[in-house]
């Protein structure tokens, strides 16, 4: 059974480690600020100046002038503090952030990723992304295995207009955890009820799958 949006970014929070400086993209990784771990501090930063970026508001907490850099709105920690764009993307490209999560449209066997374009379709830019795969100690891709049509996403070479390339080391999908290394994606962990078949079905770039391969557990 493929993971919901919530257990995704379940998953991906385990993977905070006390005192990051973390910054969460647009999509699936802005939920990784519900489910930070009991016992760990880390910083959320969001691009458009906000260091101490909280979880959702509920409806009674909304603040409409307390936005993250996708305009939702959030709450702020206590420590927070306020400052300029600019500020926020010299702390980026300064290699100040531990840890970046990100979406993605596909991610490669080289460890590319194109997650801002599809040509043909209106964007608004590319946003913070370029920076992030650039400036972040590490990164990791939340997204769909494959995409509604059923074709793969993991894919021996990206086609789509690159983020980044030879930046991604761990991609969390709906199905599985991968690493990415020596040219191929390698399984670590499936979501319960997920086979390793599916995982080979729905997996187009070089896959690597060791004798044993954990269940995640929720």
Known sequence: ??????????????????????????????????????????????????????????????????????KQT????????????????????????????????????????????????LIKGMGGAMDLVAGARNIIVTMMHADKAGNSKLLPQCTLPLTGVGCINTVLTDLALLHIHDGAFHLKELAPGVTIDEIRAKTAGKLVIPQQVATMVF
């Open 1 to 70: 059974m493929a993971l919901s949006r919530e257990q995704m970014a379940m998953r991906v929070a385990r993977e905070l480690r006390d005192g990051d400086y973390v910054n969460l993209g647009i999509g699936i990784p802005t939920l990784v600020a519900n489910y930070i771990p009991a016992g760990i501090e880390v910083m959320l930063q969001s691009e458009n100046g906000l260091l101490g970026m909280g979880e959702f508001p509920d409806e009674t907490a909304v603040d409409a002038d307390l936005i993250n850099a996708g």
């Open 74 to 121: 959030v709450t702020a920690v206590k420590g927070a503090s306020f400052f300029s764009s600019a500020d926020s993307f010299a702390m980026i490209r300064g290699g100040h952030v531990d840890l970046t999560v990100l979406g993605a449209f596909e991610v490669d066997v080289t460890g590319a990723i194109a997650s801002w374009m599809i040509p043909g379709k």
